[in-house]
Each structure stands twice: as structure tokens, then as C-alpha cells.
């Protein structure tokens, strides 16, 4: 296969391709793989709407019995606005996981007792220390995850 290339004096040199090399030689596979990864990079950007801020939500969290033991408890929630207008008709699931590996996380339904306030019943099954995660849907579609550190959960 023979390649053209002309020259600024305008005369033309045939320069001949080597069997084993391919069409793309190592710096414009690279210029190419480049310009590949930019293209992708500009399209997944401009295709995405800009993140807003999240909304202002203040979360008060009891955890009773206190100190926390094995067995079960109860987490109380009190979501309220920036006004302080209690945050009704969310969803909020509950993840609690131990702080290290080993154990399987616990899962529970918060469910609104008054406006703006949620409960759920938790079982912690061992001693140590534990995560609770809360997986909130608010009710304009907004999601919100926020973490509660259970340090000490006693044994029985």
C-alpha cells in the first residue's frame, strides 16, 4: 500500500507502508483515542441538567433506648424545612450496618406518626458500633441521604 504526501514545495514523495503496520500508526491512534474521549466527555456534559442545590432539610434523630442495646429500638425523626415547617409525606427507608464487615444490614420503613415526625423500630442484633443510613424521598422528588453514627450499642 502506498501513501501520498506532499510537501510544501508542492512536489509529491511516495512513501511505502510496511506490511505489518496498520492503517493508524501509535501517535495518531493516540490523537484519535484523544479526540474520541473529548468528543464522549462533551456529549455526556452537555446532555445533563445541572444539579441544583439540594433542599434544606433539618433532621432531629433520637435513638431510644438510651444508650442503645442489642434488641430493639426505636428511631425517631423530625424533618422540618428552612422556615421550620415540619417536612410531611416523605419516604424514608432505613439501612443500619455495622462499621466493619461481617454482618448483614438491618432494614426498616420509617412511617409518619405526626407531621414531620417519623418513626421506625430497629433490631441491632450485636454489640459494636453501627451506621444508620437514611434513604429519604421528599415529596417533590428529591432525594436526601444522611448518616447517623450509633457508637457503644451495649450488649444485653
Aim: hydrophobic share 45%; aromatic share 6%; with cysteine.
Amino acid at each position: 500500500m502506498e501513501t501520498w504526501l506532499a510537501r510544501a514545495s508542492g512536489a509529491a514523495t511516495i512513501r511505502k507502508r510496511r506490511p505489518d503496520q496498520g492503517v493508524f500508526d501509535g501517535r495518531s491512534m493516540q490523537r484519535w483515542l484523544a479526540g474520541l474521549g473529548w468528543a464522549a466527555a462533551l456529549f455526556i456534559t452537555s446532555c445533563s441538567r445541572p444539579a441544583g442545590p439540594p433542599p434544606f432539610v433539618a433532621i432531629e434523630q433520637t435513638i431510644l433506648p438510651e444508650p442503645a442495646r442489642v434488641g430493639p429500638a426505636t428511631i425517631s425523626l423530625k424533618l422540618t424545612d428552612a422556615g421550620g415547617k415540619p417536612v410531611t409525606g416523605a419516604q424514608i427507608a432505613i439501612e443500619a450496618d455495622m462499621s466493619h464487615a461481617g454482618m448483614r444490614p438491618v432494614f426498616a420503613q420509617a412511617m409518619e406518626a405526626e407531621p414531620g415526625r417519623y418513626q421506625a423500630r430497629v433490631e441491632f442484633p450485636m454489640a459494636g458500633d453501627w451506621v444508620v443510613l437514611l434513604h429519604i424521598a421528599l415529596p417533590g422528588g428529591k432525594k436526601l441521604e444522611r448518616q447517623i453514627d450509633v457508637k457503644g450499642v451495649r450488649p444485653n
